[in-house]
């Protein structure tokens, strides 16, 4: 299966616009506090009824240094003191959920997200691990899908045997840019030499995937300096690779506030990155896998994707869409069934909830039958690029065409501008429309009107 996209620059101008990057439908900004600890309760009591396999995720909050550009839930401190505290709370939550939960429901997949979660000592990290182990069915014989995003500036050889030791056979390298000034202009000096040490050590422990992050679109970069990036890593052949856009929103996240925004590169070389990137990397071998991934052919997510199996959700693309996600730690996502919940975002007020003996939730979504209906729709779309109209009408027992009646004109004006083919059997994203299949899911997203679009970053 040939999933390259085709680099159409007008379908681009017309359809690069805002919106989200669906790792849920309906997506986080549709939570309320109207959820809180009774429905995850239930939710896990119907998870354990059905016995369903589990996806575990951990976030580690920590950083010891900020990165510029960086959006997600961190707490920025020297202080290393400050993660037994919130290893103890992470403790104490487990065994909330866990009670709930059958301890024969396997965990298939774990994933440790942060901050940095090698900000942790070795003996946090094996402490840590021995509480889930004891809460949770994790798998003893390396056939889970175990995966740890991994600072190259916190860990060494050494870090990476004890993480292999723990039953990691994943990492996830954060790399974004090989040049030295884009990485003083975000504040990340990370050498080559850092990252290749820390990729070697993984091939020679055996862990099974490697996946390297980067970044187009950060202050001083250049069409030719990204493509100097981009071949350095292929070099390094990872085994998949996530090549984000940065959304400069200093608005929303207060780090990016100290990125000069004269620095950033103009939308058209932008555009140029991306373009060359994915040149690149289709010459190497590499399989495009949909909003940003990558990966090599022989790589799950790309068999995966060859086979029918891909899913998507708050950890991205993945394998284990029929797990239920538990989610441990501040600002947590879990989806168990049709239940969206999220801890509290603050730390302060997460370890408060858990010291007075309640769990961190603060704010979900119970989906509807519509939710369900169009959130296997868009999965389709983004995981695929195709929708079968006879499988969705066998499926949820309504025509395809009856149901969404009044998407159908905003199709086939996504049909005529070639964007997607549409006829009676289904809808098939056509490769020039590759790049842009989040602006085809969002025609069935049936909140984004009543939402400001400037929360998202761009497409492309």
């Known amino acids: 299966m040939n999933t390259n996209p085709l680099w159409n620059t007008e379908l681009i101008r017309r359809y690069d616009v805002a919106g989200p990057r669906y790792t849920s ?67 104490r939550e487990a065994g909330m959920l866990a009670k709930h939960l059958d301890s024969r429901q396997v965990v298939e997949q774990l994933h440790f997200g942060g901050g940095t979660p090698t900000f942790l000592s070795h003996s946090e990290l094996t402490q840590l691990m021995q509480h889930l182990r004891h809460y949770f069915n994790l798998r003893s014989d390396d056939s889970g899908d175990y995966s740890i995003e991994i600072d190259p500036r916190e860990a060494d050889w050494t870090t990476m045997g004890v993480l292999r ?42 862990y099974r ?5 980067l970044i187009y679109g950060l202050p001083m970069q250049t069409e030719a300096s990204f493509r100097d990036t981009v071949k350095a890593i292929i070099d390094m052949q990872p085994n998949r690779l996530s090549v984000f856009n940065y959304a400069h929103l200093p608005e929303r996240f207060k780090p990016q506030r100290r990125i000069n925004a004269a620095d950033l590169p103009t939308p058209g070389e932008k555009l140029g990155m991306l373009h060359s990137t994915i040149e690149l990397l289709s010459e190497a071998g590499y399989q495009y896998i949909g909003m940003d991934h990558f990966a ?13 199996t891909l899913h998507r959700n708050f950890q ?50 119970k989906m509807n039958d519509d939710d369900h209906l169009r959130r296997w729709v868009i999965q389709q ?26 998407e159908m004109p905003a199709l086939m004006q996504q049909a005529q501008d070639q964007l997607i083919s549409l006829d009676s059997h289904g809808i098939s994203v056509s490769p020039a429309g590759r790049l842009l299949v989040r602006s085809v899911c969002m025609v069935f997203d049936l909140y984004l009107p009543q939402v400001n679009t400037q929360r998202f970053s761009r497409v492309i």
Do not use: W
């Open 381 to 406: 779309l983004a995981c695929h690029f195709t929708l079968d109209f006879a499988a969705f009408q066998k499926r949820f027992n309504v025509a395809f065409h009856d149901y969404f009646a009044a």
């Open 25 to 91: 439908y309906p997506t986080a900004v549709q939570f309320h506090d109207g959820v809180g600890s009774f429905d995850i309760y239930q939710a896990l009591r119907d998870s354990k009824q059905a016995m369903r396999p589990l996806s575990l995720y951990v976030h580690v909050p920590f950083c010891a240094n900020i990165c510029y550009y960086c959006a997600c839930n961190k707490v920025i401190t020297k202080d290393r003191g400050r993660s037994q505290p919130y290893l103890e709370r992470l403790e």
């Open 165 to 206: 030791d723990l039953g990691f056979n994943r990492v996830s390298l954060g790399v974004q840019d090989i040049n030295p000034e884009v990485q003083r202009a975000v504040n990340r000096l990370q050498s080559l030499e850092e990252t290749r040490a820390v990729m070697d050590a993984a091939r020679a422990l055996a």
């Open 296 to 308: 090599l052919p022989d790589d799950e997510l790309a068999m995966a994707q060859e086979n029918g």
């Open 209 to 213: 995937s490697i996946n390297v992050d």
């Open 316 to 365: 991205g693309y993945t394998t284990h869409g029929h797990c239920d996600l538990v989610s441990l730690g501040v600002s947590a996502i879990s989806q168990i069934g049709g239940l969206y919940c999220q801890n509290s975002a603050d730390i302060t007020e997460y370890q408060a909830r858990i010291d007075n003996g309640q769990l961190a939730v603060v704010r979900g979504l």
